[in-house]
């Protein structure tokens, strides 16, 4: 679940807010109680953690998105600007058109090889992330089965000994 920061603070209290709730007319000072344990805190703020990382991811990739495209232009552009300068240089030196037209060939197969080697890599970085997230979906599983039988084993302890 996302949500905003926003609505994060509205649901819970700043620290200068929750200084509001100490009461001062008593001789000890008092304090609201927003958890009952140390395992609530880890959770909330953990919670908020993820959730701030979730959000804003897209953001990251795009950022790095919009850099990497721009840097496949920048090297785009090189070629389209030396263009001119290279045809008037290749065209003095009077190449056979068999020797081009072969010189074609070559490079089409070794573009065409190339092509073929990104969507081979392609396939499989998301073989790969699939394959993480299968995995991770498993140890969750097994890690909600195993903090299950813990709870129920220290369940069953309890009542032994309270016979």
Same mark, same amino acid.
């Given at each position: ?10 649901? @819970?209290?700043? /620290? ?9 007319? @008593?001789?000890?000072? !008092? ?7 140390? #395992? ?11 959730? @701030?990382?979730?959000? !804003? ?12 495209? /721009? ?14 300068? !290279?045809? !008037? ?11 081009? &037209?072969?010189? /074609?060939?070559? #490079?089409?197969?070794?573009? &065409?090889?190339?092509? /073929? ?47």
């Amino acid at each position: 679940m996302q949500i905003s920061d926003a609505k994060a603070n509205d649901l @819970k209290k700043s /620290e200068w807010e929750s200084l509001a709730d100490i009461d001062l007319d @008593k001789n000890k000072i !008092q304090t609201v109680k927003k958890y009952s344990s140390v #395992c609530d805190i880890w959770k909330d703020n953990t919670h908020k953690l993820i959730t @701030k990382i979730e959000y !804003q991811t897209p953001t990251y990739l795009q950022a790095y998105s919009q850099v990497h495209a /721009e840097f496949l232009h920048s090297i785009d552009n090189s070629f389209g600007t030396y263009y001119i300068w !290279q045809k !008037q240089h290749f065209d003095k030196m009077g190449i056979n058109q068999k020797v081009i &037209n072969a010189y /074609e060939k070559l #490079c089409d197969s070794g573009t &065409n090889n190339i092509l /073929e080697l990104m969507n081979a890599y392609a396939n499989y970085k998301k073989f790969q992330a699939d394959l993480i997230i299968d995995y991770m979906k498993i140890g969750n599983n097994y890690l909600s089965w195993w903090t299950d039988m813990c709870g129920k084993t220290m369940s069953f302890w309890n009542s032994q000994l309270n016979r």
